[in-house]
C-alpha cells in the first residue's frame, strides 16, 4: 500500500486495518503523533488528512490511502502550500507561536494542539477565544498548558497577518 | 587523597587505566562502563569540561516537563562564569549520572540545586588555581567571563585548561559559592532547553525509543484493578483465541499475562482477543460506599502534632465551628500512558522507562527479575507529565518480565485503560476539622482528625507474579502519607492544636502511590473552610481574619500577593445573587511540604443545573529564590489548572470488584471551554534557599474553589469534585 505523508510517497507493509498512527510511528518512524489514549478521546495522534484534522490512532492506514497525510513534521511544508509561500518555513506560525509563548510543559500533547491550532487556522485567520477553546475542546492538555495555548494561538495568528 | 581512597574510585567508577592523565576518548568511553552511582565525593562525577569550552553537568533529577534541567543548568552556568550556550546535561543513567534521589516532593532545585552549585563552585575553584598557574597570575587578579580566564592581555579558556580531562578533585563542598546579588543567569527567563525539539516533533518521548530485534508487548489485565492484595487470579487462559494473530505469544508468569508480538498492531489485536477467565472477586467497597468503609475502619491512631490543651479550649471558646470532607480517590492519568523498553539477558538487564527515580527502579527490577543489582542498567527516557507515581515502574517491571521470558528486547506500551485503571491512585481521604475562636477573632482551638491508608509498595506487575504486598516504605515518604503540620492549621499561630492520622490498613483498598501534592488538596479542603467559616461567623472578612492570625511573614506575603493581584475588596455577606447564576470569590492558604501558596478564586455557581464554572483563579508562590520565574509562573498555571480540574471533575470510580474510570469518558478532567483565567504570582526572595515550586499552590487554590462556592451559594461542600449532581443535592438539603 502507498500513502502519502508530508508530500512524500511511502510504500507500507502494514496490514490494511492498521491504525495509520501505528504506520507512522513504526515504519515511517515520525515522533509527531504519538499514543494518547487510541480511542479519539484525547487528540495526541492527530495528524491533518487532506487539511482536516483526524486522530489517527482510530484511521485504518487504508482510509488514508489516496490522501495527503500532514503530520507535526510536516506543517511548515503545508504551511507553504497552503500559502502559496515560495519558500518553506523553518516553522509554521503554531510552533513559532509556541516557542515565543514558552508554552509547553512536558509537551506530549502539543503534537495534537499545533495540528489543531493550524487546521482552526487556515480555516479562520482571526478566531476569538471563544472559537479558540470551542475548536481546540477536543483536545486535553494534563499539564493544564491551555491559557498558555490559547495566547500562542492568538499569537499565531497575529503572525501570519 | 590518599591511593587507597583513589585506587576505590577508580574501580568504582570503571577506569581500566590506574593514574591521573586517562585521554580524552577514554574519560568518554569509560563514563557509564560500570554500574552507578559513581562517587559523589568527585568532582568529575558532577561536571566535565570539554575541549571546546563547554561544560557537561551530570544531573541526577528527571526533567519531567516542569523544566528542572533547564533551571539546574542555570545554576551550574552561573557559578562557572558560563553562558547557557556552553553548558548541557546529559541523560539519566544509573551508569552514568549521581544518585540525587528521586524527582519527588519537588525537589530538584531545593535538594539539587546547592549540590550543583558547590560542585560547580568547586570546579571553578580547581579551574582558578590551574589558570593561575598557566598565566603565572596570582588567582585574585583573574577574572572569569563565559569560560575565559583572563587578566589584562592574558587569557586561558577552560577548554585548554582541561579539556576533556579529569578534574582528579574530591568534591568538598567547601568551596565558597557566589553571593545571590552576584547572580547573572539564576533569576533570569532563561528559554526551556527542552522546547525547540519538543515544538518541532524531534524530542526523543519515551514511547519513540525502538530497538533492533525487539519485540511489542502489551499487558492482558481486567480492565481495571481490584483490591489491593487481592490480586486478580488467572482461571484459565485459552490459547487458542489468538491463534489468528500472526507471530503473537502468550507469556504468563502466575497471574502475569501479557502477549507479544513483532508487529504492535498484532499485539494490541492479541491483547484484545486472548479470552481469559477472571476469578471474581469483591474485596472493595466500591465508591459509594468508600467513606463509610473507611470511617468505620479499625484504625491505627497516630498524633501527628499536639499542643496545649484543645479539648479544653474547644469547649469553652464562644465559636466553635466542624467541617467534613470526604475527598476521592485520583489519578495521575499522565497523557501519554507509560511505555519502557527492556534487554533481559541471563547475566544482566537494560531497561529503558520514565522513572522518577533510576536507582529505586534499578533495585526493584533486580529482585524481581533475581539479577545483582550492579548488573542492571536503568535509563531514563522522559514521558508525558507523570505528577508522582503513575505506572511508569509497573511497566518497566512488566517489559522487563516480557524480556526476560521471550529471550528478546520487549518494547511495552501501556493501553489508556491499564494506565487509568491500574495507576497507584492518589488515595481517597476522610477529614474531620473542629476549630474555635475567641470573641477577639483568635484562632483558639484547632482539632484534625484524618482516615486514609498509605502508598502501595508492590507494583501490579510484581504483585500478579506473586511476590507478596506491601506498604510503601521509604524515608522520603515519611511524614507525606498523612496529616501535613503545614497546611492542617500550620499557616496560623494557634495555642491549642491537635492533628491526628487514623491510619487504615493499604489492603481491600485502591493501590496508592503519591499524587501531586499529595493528600494537600484534602487538607486545605476540609481546613481552609472551617477556618472560612469562623471568620463568617465572626462576620470578619477571610481575608482580614486570615491576616489577623498569622505570625509568619512569608504566609502572610503570599496570603497579600494573591490578594492584591485579584483587587480583593472586604466581604463578609456572602453574595447570594438573583436568578440561577451566583458568583462567589473564595481565598486560601496552604502548601505541600516547604514553601507558601496563598489563592483567591472566583466561580459561577449555576444553581438550577448545579454546574460550577471556575472563573479565574489567582495563584501566589514564595519558593525562597526562584532560579527562572517564567518557569515557575508556568508550573503555576498549571498547578491552578489542574487543580480546578481536581475540584470539579475528577474521581476515581470502582464497584466491588474493580476500578471503573478507566479512559477520559469515565475519568473525565478540565478541557479549554471550562478553563479559568488564571494569574501565577511568584513572591521572589533572592537571599532565601530555593524551595519547591511544582506542587506547592495547589491546596491554596483548592481551599480557594471551596470557600469561593460558600460565598456564591451559603452551602459548605463536604464532598469533591463538585459536580453537578453533588452540588444540586448539596443545595437542596441546605433549602
Keep these: ?161 | 587523597m590518599s591511593p587507597l581512597v583513589r585506587r576505590d574510585f577508580l574501580k568504582a567508577g570503571g577506569a581500566m587505566v590506574i593514574g591521573f592523565s586517562l585521554r580524552d576518548e577514554l574519560i568518554a568511553q569509560t563514563r557509564g562502563t560500570v554500574a552507578g552511582p559513581p562517587d559523589a565525593r568527585q568532582i568529575d562525577t558532577w561536571l566535565a569540561i570539554h575541549a571546546d569550552n563547554t561544560a557537561t553537568v551530570y544531573v541526577g533529577f528527571a526533567e519531567l516537563g516542569q523544566g528542572a534541567s533547564t533551571a539546574l543548568l542555570q545554576i551550574a552556568a552561573d557559578e562557572l562564569d558560563l553562558d547557557m550556550s556552553q553548558i548541557k546535561s546529559v541523560r539519566l543513567d544509573t551508569n552514568v549520572t549521581p544518585n540525587q534521589g528521586g524527582t519527588y516532593s519537588s525537589a530538584s532545585i531545593a535538594r539539587g540545586g546547592p549540590q550543583v552549585r558547590t560542585a560547580a563552585a568547586e570546579a571553578r575553584l580547581a579551574l582558578l588555581g590551574m589558570a593561575a598557574k598557566r598565566l603565572s597570575i596570582p588567582v585574585e587578579r583573574l577574572s572569569v567571563a563565559k569560560g575565559v580566564v583572563s587578566a589584562g592581555s592574558s587569557r586561558v579558556t577552560y577548554g585548554e585548561l582541561v579539556g576533556d580531562r579529569r578534574f582528579d578533585v574530591a568534591f568538598t563542598g567547601s568551596a565558597p559559592v557566589k553571593k545571590p546579588s552576584d547572580y547573572k543567569v539564576v533569576g533570569e527567563r532563561v528559554s526551556r532547553r527542552d522546547l525547540a525539539d519538543k515544538i518541532r516533533g524531534a524530542h526523543v518521548y519515551m514511547q519513540h525509543v525502538r530497538v533492533d530485534s525487539m519485540l511489542h508487548g502489551r499487558v492482558v489485565r481486567p480492565r481495571g484493578q481490584r483490591a489491593y492484595g487481592a490480586g486478580a487470579r488467572v482461571v484459565s487462559v485459552d490459547e487458542s483465541s489468538i491463534r489468528g494473530v500472526s507471530g503473537a505469544k502468550v507469556i504468563r508468569r502466575n497471574d502475569f499475562l501479557a502477549v507479544v508480538a513483532d508487529n504492535e498492531w498484532d499485539a494490541v489485536r492479541a491483547a484484545r482477543q486472548l479470552a481469559v477467565k477472571w476469578e471474581p472477586t469483591s474485596a472493595l467497597p466500591g465508591s459509594d460506599r468508600l467513606y463509610e468503609r473507611m470511617r468505620a475502619a479499625n484504625t491505627t491512631e497516630e498524633v501527628v502534632t499536639e499542643r496545649g490543651s484543645v479539648g479544653t479550649a474547644l469547649a469553652s471558646a464562644p465559636h466553635v465551628v466542624s467541617q467534613k470532607a470526604r475527598a476521592p480517590y485520583q489519578a495521575h492519568a499522565p497523557f501519554g500512558p507509560n511505555c519502557a523498553v527492556a534487554d533481559v539477558k541471563s547475566d544482566s538487564a537494560l531497561v529503558m522507562c520514565s522513572t522518577q527515580d533510576v536507582y529505586a527502579t534499578r533495585r526493584t527490577l533486580a529482585a524481581l527479575l533475581k539479577l545483582p543489582e550492579k548488573d542492571v542498567r536503568v535509563q531514563y527516557y522522559e514521558g508525558s507529565g507523570t505528577y508522582g507515581h503513575s505506572c511508569y515502574d509497573d511497566v518497566a517491571q512488566a517489559a522487563a518480565l516480557m524480556s526476560q521470558d521471550a529471550g528478546r528486547p520487549v518494547r511495552v506500551q501501556f493501553m489508556r485503560w491499564d494506565e487509568h485503571g491500574w495507576d497507584n491512585f492518589g488515595p481517597a481521604h476522610v477529614g474531620e476539622v473542629r476549630a474555635a475562636a475567641d470573641a477577639s477573632g483568635k484562632i483558639v482551638a484547632y482539632e484534625y482528625h484524618g482516615w486514609q491508608h498509605g502508598w502501595s509498595g508492590t507494583e501490579a506487575s510484581a504483585q500478579l507474579t506473586g511476590a507478596p504486598v506491601g506498604e510503601f516504605i521509604a524515608a522520603q515518604a515519611m511524614g507525606v502519607q498523612g496529616l501535613n503540620r503545614l497546611t492542617c492549621g500550620g499557616q496560623y499561630q494557634i495555642a491549642n492544636l491537635r492533628l491526628v492520622n487514623h491510619k487504615l490498613p493499604v489492603t481491600e483498598y485502591l493501590k496508592a502511590g503519591w499524587l501531586r501534592s499529595p493528600l494537600d488538596l484534602s487538607f486545605a479542603f476540609a481546613s481552609e473552610q472551617a477556618i472560612d467559616q469562623l471568620a463568617r461567623l465572626l462576620k470578619i472578612d477571610p481575608y482580614e481574619f486570615r491576616k489577623r492570625n498569622i505570625a509568619d511573614e512569608r504566609w502572610l506575603g503570599v496570603l497579600d500577593a494573591a490578594a492584591k493581584a485579584a483587587h480583593w475588596t472586604p466581604n463578609t455577606a456572602t453574595k447570594r445573587a438573583d436568578g440561577k447564576l451566583v458568583s462567589g470569590r473564595g481565598i486560601g492558604l496552604g502548601t505541600h511540604l516547604q514553601s507558601w501558596g496563598g489563592a483567591v478564586a472566583d466561580v459561577d455557581v449555576n444553581v438550577e443545573t448545579g454546574r460550577v464554572a471556575i472563573k479565574h483563579l489567582y495563584g501566589a508562590l514564595d519558593a525562597g529564590l526562584v532560579v527562572n520565574p517564567a518557569i515557575v509562573e508556568s508550573q503555576i498555571r498549571g498547578q491552578l489548572v489542574q487543580t480546578a480540574s481536581r475540584m470539579l471533575l475528577e474521581e476515581v470510580t470502582f464497584d466491588t470488584t474493580g476500578v471503573t474510570s478507566v479512559d477520559w469518558r469515565s475519568y473525565p478532567i478540565l478541557r479549554f471551554e471550562d478553563c479559568p483565567d488564571v494569574t501565577p504570582i511568584v513572591v521572589q526572595r533572592i537571599n532565601e534557599r530555593s524551595l519547591g515550586a511544582g506542587e506547592e499552590v495547589m491546596a491554596a487554590a483548592a481551599a480557594a474553589i471551596a470557600n469561593a462556592f460558600f460565598d456564591a451559594t451559603g452551602v459548605r461542600m463536604e464532598q469533591f469534585p463538585l459536580t453537578p449532581s453533588r452540588v444540586l443535592a448539596a443545595l437542596k438539603r441546605a433549602g
Design chain 1, 1 to 161: 500500500m502507498q500513502i502519502k505523508v508530508n508530500d512524500k510517497t511511502w510504500t507500507v507493509a502494514s496490514a490494511s486495518d492498521t491504525p495509520l498512527l501505528y504506520v507512522l510511528s513504526n515504519e515511517l518512524q515520525l515522533h509527531g503523533p504519538r499514543f494518547g489514549c487510541g480511542l479519539a478521546q484525547c487528540g495526541s495522534c492527530s495528524v491533518l488528512i487532506d487539511g482536516v484534522e483526524k486522530r489517527s490512532c482510530v484511521t485504518p492506514v487504508s482510509a488514508a490511502a489516496g490522501k495527503s497525510i500532514t503530520t507535526l513534521e510536516g506543517l511548515p511544508i503545508w504551511y507553504a502550500a497552503v500559502r502559496r509561500l515560495s519558500v518553506v518555513p523553518e516553522l509554521h506560525p503554531v510552533q513559532q507561536a509556541m516557542v515565543e509563548e514558552q508554552a509547553p510543559q512536558c509537551g506530549y500533547c502539543y503534537n495534537g494542539m499545533m495540528v489543531k491550532a493550524a487546521e482552526l487556522l487556515s480555516k479562520n485567520p482571526r478566531p476569538d477565544d471563544a472559537q479558540i477553546r470551542s475548536a481546540m475542546n477536543g483536545h486535553l492538555c494534563r499539564c493544564g498548558t491551555y491559557p498558555s495555548i490559547i495566547r500562542a494561538v492568538r499569537r499565531a495568528s497575529e503572525l501570519m497577518r
